[in-house]
């Protein structure tokens, strides 16, 4: 199975989707068969990040999601509200099997890491099962150090690799966001990437200004370094 990118965040709304759809975008502008996988989608319709990535990517086999969910809730929360089966092995089957046809697969995660996946197991649990290379997207302003630091102990606690963090919608307006990323830095031990605050409304747009705010080393440090 290849080692798939797990773009995982420090809470709901933090901004995966569209650090997804921007190293999606940009690994396929750079010839790669790369793909995001959504293990599940809770809050369907009208939220759907899969079909943002595609959206952004101007295709849609460049993201998928085996699993919708309609409340907007943690998935084995929604599954249970719902009256569905979601079963672990079921979402980690679907993932492996999306992985395996990709060249660069991209898994995005779903709000925090410990938020309840299926039966007693957690968004940790699968990237870790799935052996990824996490890249850690964080709120840049009050509050972010230690949900930021909380979250990549997470990480390293259960093995996974961390390719680095992304302080999203960074704006330096206090004093607080202009010295986070160095005391991230400090605290973590990891390079701090920062993506401002996006103007544009098109999916497309909001993808082109995550590849334009990213750093040209953190972008090549994605590339796979075999074909």
Known sequence: ??????????DTGVGKTVVTAGLTRDLRERGFDARAIKPAQTGYPPDDDAEF???????????TCPRYLEPALAPRVAAVEAGEALSY??????CAEAI???????????GGLRVPLAGDREVID???????????????GLGT??????????LESRGVDIAGLVCNEYAGATVAERTNPDELERMTGYDVETVPPLEGETPRALAAGVTAALSAPFLDRLVPEER
């Open 126 to 140: 699968l990237v870790a099962d799935l052996e990824a290379t996490a890249v850690v997207v964080t709120r840049s």
């Open 145 to 154: 150090l230690n949900h930021t630091a909380l979250s990549v102990e997470a």
């Open 1 to 10: 199975m290849t080692a798939p990118l797990a773009i995982v965040g420090t």
């Open 100 to 110: 395996a046809e990709t060249e660069v697969p991209i898994v995005e995660g779903i």
């Open 53 to 63: 990535v595609a959206d952004a990517c101007d295709d849609p086999d460049a993201a």
């Open 89 to 94: 092995d079921s979402i980690r089957t679907a």
